[in-house]
């Protein structure tokens, strides 16, 4: 059983109730960003996510499985809530990573096998070619890695190190791990359907980044790179209104943003995509406005396109052609 | 008011300046065209003055939008052949304007040779637009141009017998290339207004609007002149040439203001749409 918590090392300390309280404020004081574990013996366990101070995800262990508390039940939980703490700050890409590893079912299968790191980035590249996708954990000594593996051609790889004092991301990830040579790594393979409400959240995402990223593409070689600057302009000013943690620079989605769901995060892309289509239309004509959303959609990987029509593109007020509908 | 509306606001307003800066010049034209205050040769100067003018708008608007976009930058390719193009009419409706002083009658020469070599620029224009737009294949591309340019010779053959044919006049050069400028607005015009359908409100349609405005006030001014209408109205002092000309010089203003309002698009984002919380 792969067991997340247990294999992290982060400071622990034992507290009671009324401590859990006071750490809680210290952490909105402090405009905390990461998760805090509170673990009492084999009774019970809770993990709690913060961005920037304010808590907005609960979860407990129920079973073998960690369930989503809901809102109203945050005051009572808290108040049940006590056991041995560990607080791990990570940025917001780190957060999503987390709860992918957190919402998988601890009894499903996975692969343990113990390689030097500088083979690792080969045996993840293998797992990128299958269609399957996976979660890779990837521990050497006091560092770990997290591998969100999608599972098919040209889909992105998300990473994540946790090292001792910092964090990466990125590409930077596995040319970290390279570079530590023949150093043994114990790596954790956890396959996974992605189906659930983090896992459903996340394809969604990247199903939206990658439609964004090629319809701005597109729209940057019909209109130029000004255009597309004042169409970033729009939309981070939208964003910006909307408190959303999304960027658009150039031709790219810097995506910040932490949403619970994949109908919350439908209904935000929903309002961007009809943003950038009015933006578009004032320049190139609601026509060809049109036609580039769905050559960006059509070249979309059908899996992530499937996503993006059953929470964002059903009902979007502008004509685009659907394969499936919901 | 948000930086964006700021922009929008600047960018409004050298729109507005532009227009009246064209209504100046139109109305300008007018008074001097049908009241002739001054001189004859005044007369005449001012208004081949005000054509030149018009035309070097219209180029120098284009250059902004070409010098707007960055090397690399597929849009700029268009705006090359394009901005191109104006100068070259610039340059004839300049060298047209001095032989029309000098000159008692303008023969077919240099002007002509800008002229003609000008709509195969706008031409090159519309074609990387269209592969732009499309991405056809590029033998497919091909294709459709190698047939474009089959059916506009054939056409522009077809006219000059035709014109050589009505009037009486021998097939030569002269007929050629009167026969050249229908066609060529004919065809011209006809790509720019479906480019302009493709792109229909949206400002990347302005440019190609002022080209079919401009070939269709271009085409009755070449229908008005091989007719002998043109001659006739000026010389018996008819509002037909009149209507010709002026129209001839609001075309050339209409292709300045919409390259002019893509610049202004391009510096300021899209300038005539309002945010929903703006007054």
């Given at each position: 059983m792969f067991d997340l918590f247990s294999s992290l090392s982060v400071r622990n300390k034992e507290v009671a109730n009324s401590y859990l309280q006071t750490l809680l404020k210290i952490q909105e004081r402090e405009l905390f960003t990461g998760v805090l574990h509170v673990q009492n013996g084999e009774k019970s366990q809770a993990v709690m996510f913060f961005r920037e101070g304010v808590l907005f995800a609960f979860y407990t262990l129920v079973g073998r499985q960690w369930l989503s508390v809901s809102r109203q039940d945050w005051n009572h939980e808290l108040t049940q809530t006590e056991g041995n703490v560990r607080v791990l700050a990570l940025p917001v890409e780190g957060l999503r990573i987390f709860r992918l590893f957190l919402e998988l079912e601890r009894n499903e299968e996975h692969t343990f096998i113990s390689i030097n790191a500088d083979k690792i980035p080969a045996k993840i590249a293998d797992w990128e070619q299958s269609d399957s996708p996976s979660l890779v954990h990837v521990r050497q000594g006091e560092t770990q890695a997290f591998f969100v593996i999608l599972g098919g051609p040209s889909l992105p790889l998300e990473s994540l190190l946790i090292g001792s004092e910092r964090f990466q991301s990125g590409s930077a990830v596995l040319t970290q791990i390279k570079s530590w040579g023949n150093r043994a790594c114990y790596v954790t393979r956890l396959p996974t359907n992605l189906e659930s409400v983090g896992g459903n959240e996340y394809v969604l995402r990247v199903a939206f980044s990658s439609l964004a990223q090629r319809t701005l593409e597109r729209y940057q070689e019909l209109a130029g790179r000004f255009l597309v600057t004042h169409l970033n302009d729009a939309i981070n000013y939208l964003n910006e209104q909307n408190r959303q943690s999304m960027y658009f620079l150039g031709t790219n989605v810097n995506h910040r943003e932490f949403f619970m769901d994949s109908e919350q995060a439908g209904r935000v892309y929903k309002i961007l995509l009809e943003k950038m289509y009015e933006e578009m239309s004032l320049v190139v004509g609601s026509e060809i406005a049109g036609r580039i959303f769905e050559d960006a959609l059509a070249s979309t990987s059908p899996r992530l396109r499937r996503q993006l029509e059953t929470?964002?593109?059903?009902?979007?007020?502008f004509p685009i052609k659907l394969e499936v509908k919901p | 008011m948000n930086r964006r509306a700021m922009m929008r606001a600047k960018g409004l307003h050298w729109f507005r300046f532009a227009l009246a800066v064209a209504s100046v010049v139109v109305f300008a034209y007018a008074v001097i065209y049908?009241?002739?205050?001054?001189?004859d040769f005044l007369n005449n100067f001012l208004s081949n003055f005000f054509t030149v003018f018009a035309a070097l708008l219209s180029a120098v608007a284009a250059t902004l939008v070409w010098w707007r976009y960055e090397k690399g930058e597929p849009p700029r390719r268009i705006w090359q052949w394009f901005m191109t193009a104006l100068w070259l009419w610039t340059i004839a409706e300049l060298i047209w304007a001095y032989q029309n002083m000098t000159l008692e009658e303008v023969p077919t020469g240099w002007p002509d040779v800008f002229w003609v070599f000008a709509y195969i620029l706008f031409g090159a224009a519309l074609y990387r637009q269209f592969i732009l737009l499309y991405h056809p294949d590029p033998a497919s591309a091909r294709r459709r141009l190698f047939y474009a340019l089959l059916l506009f010779a054939a056409f522009t053959a077809l006219s000059a017998f035709f014109f050589s044919f009505i009037?009486?006049?021998?097939?030569g050069l002269d007929t050629l290339v009167n026969a050249f400028y229908p066609v060529g607005d004919f065809g011209i015009g006809l790509a720019g207004l479906w480019l302009a359908r493709r792109f229909r409100?949206?400002?990347?349609a302005y440019a190609w609007i002022g080209l079919f405005v401009f070939c269709i006030s271009d085409l009755l001014y070449t229908w008005l002149d091989l007719s002998g209408a043109y001659s006739w109205s000026l010389s018996h002092g008819n509002s037909l040439s009149a209507i010709a000309d002026i129209t001839y010089l609001i075309a050339y203003l209409i292709v300045a203001l919409g390259c002019f309002t893509q610049w202004l698009i391009l510096n300021y984002?899209?300038?005539?749409k309002k945010e929903p919380h703006e007054p």
């Open positions: 929470y964002v593109l059903a009902g979007i007020p | 049908i009241a002739t205050p001054f001189s009037t009486g006049q021998p097939l409100n949206g400002a990347l984002g899209p300038i005539f």
